[in-house]
């Protein structure tokens, strides 16, 4: 009977407490339904509202939406109609004593609604905008912070999805915003430090002169540069020391370099001039302790720029003693006009060069760039004739005086055959390009090198220096005689040098070990010469 009454009630009508999405349809006919249905679809559903940093309305087509009206009605009139009878009476039940949902029956397109929230995220989504600080000119600008924006897709795209399931066509734009990490009262307090910087100019005073440093020029030597959520505001030096570039010309006096004069083998000091220049690092300290602080005037603080030799030094440092000397004969090998020229070109290039504690002599450094004549030289182990036969004699006599003066030789290369000027095993030639002699001032003052070819036949080297304390002893000795491939003599010779400091021996050893070929005969039957084989 109560199934009975309820079918009479409701007959004709859904059932009371179904639902199609939010829509309540209970106790009307089908046709009232699909009224009900119909003026949604055409109306509130017709657009969907999105909340969000902005609101937006798009239409059911722009979101892929179709709704099915007729089918919903249907769907929603045939519940507690189908199924068993126990299936009925549930469902009759059900919406008597609470509510039965029924999704509405609709086309929805879910990749065309994907596509309007990319365009979406696309309108709203933007970086946020960090605070500036600017200087131009005389002028400081702030440049203001703002808020930027993400869209959460994925939560935009299911609250779209809600709206049309449960036919409300209300959405929401789900996203979160982004914070800039300076903002704008940052920018503010530092713009507030540049402009106090930039209040007034800067005046600098020193030994009765007056500069100034106009507010524009105090800008351009700040730098505001981003300290995470903060602004630093601080000096930068370089710009700085280029706007006072008229300040450091007028206050810097250049020292002047002690120096030697040589007279001969005396060598005295002529006196260096000691300079002014600005002390920068207290003077830059001065200027940014005080140019925040309102201080507009700076005495410019000096102090004495002095050479890098003084005058004392130079005095301590002065050569006063021969320390090493050595000279060979040219009269026993070849005394023609040409070589003797070639000589003396030479000599005249090394002769008066100073050396400082720790440099290093260079012969090819100094004697390279001359010009030479044409006399007999060696030239794959045969005499012919090129520029600069000589040269060898002028590089193996300073070999040996800077050997006695105890000075470490870092380069020397022996020549091809044995030399009748000089002791096989002391002998050093040269080859500009390739083969170079080199020694270094290894003494705690400087070195004067001089050289000279004399009227006796000598080519002459001495060094002056400190006294060193030491004593250099020299020799050589054939220890082997061979035959090459024509059975032309090969010989071997081995060089010793002992070295004593204040009496006392520091090295006794070998020095080096040569072997000397036999010269070939050339078309002229020349003597020897000095250049190697190349």
Known sequence: MVVMADYWVNAGRVYRGVEVGSIPLGGKTPEQAEKVIADRTSGALKEMEFD?????????????????????????????REGGVLERLADRGEAAYGRVVIPPKVEYRREVASKQIDEIAARFDNKPKEAEVNILGSEVEVVESSE????????????????VGDMTGEAEIVGRVLKPEIATPAAENAAEKTREAMSEQMVFTADGER???SPTDIGATLDVKRNRDQFDVSLNRDRMEQYLGNVYASLTVEPVEADYDINGSEVSVVPGEIGQRIDENQFFEDIETG???????YQVPLVENE????????EDLRPTDMIGDYRTNYMTYDDSPGRIENLE??????????LAPGEVFSFNALAEPLDYKETKVIVQGRVDEAEGGGLCQVSSTLYMAANYAGL????RNPHYAELPYIRPGFDATVWFGALDMKFENTSSGYVLIQQWVDDDGYVNAAIYGQPTGKEVEMNSKKVATTEDADGKPVTKWVTYQKVARDGEVV????????????????????PNAERPPN
């Open 52 to 80: 969000g940093p902005e609101d937006l309305s798009l239409s059911a087509a722009e979101m892929g939406v179709d709704f099915d009206v007729k089918s919903t009605v249907e769907n929603a009139y045939a519940v507690g």
């Open 148 to 163: 930027g924006y993400r869209t959460d897709k994925a939560a935009t795209q299911k609250s779209a999805d809600a709206a």
């Open 211 to 213: 500069w100034t440093l």
């Open 291 to 297: 140019i925040f602080t309102g201080q507009r005037e």
């Open 307 to 314: 050479p890098d030799l003084t005058t004392a030094e130079a």
């Open 345 to 354: 070109i030479a000599s005249n290039a090394v002769n008066n060069t100073l």
């Open 408 to 411: 470490d030789v870092i380069e």
């Open 507 to 526: 090295k006794n050893d070998v020095l080096h070990t040569d072997t000397y070929k036999f010269l070939k005969p050339a078309a002229e039957d020349a």
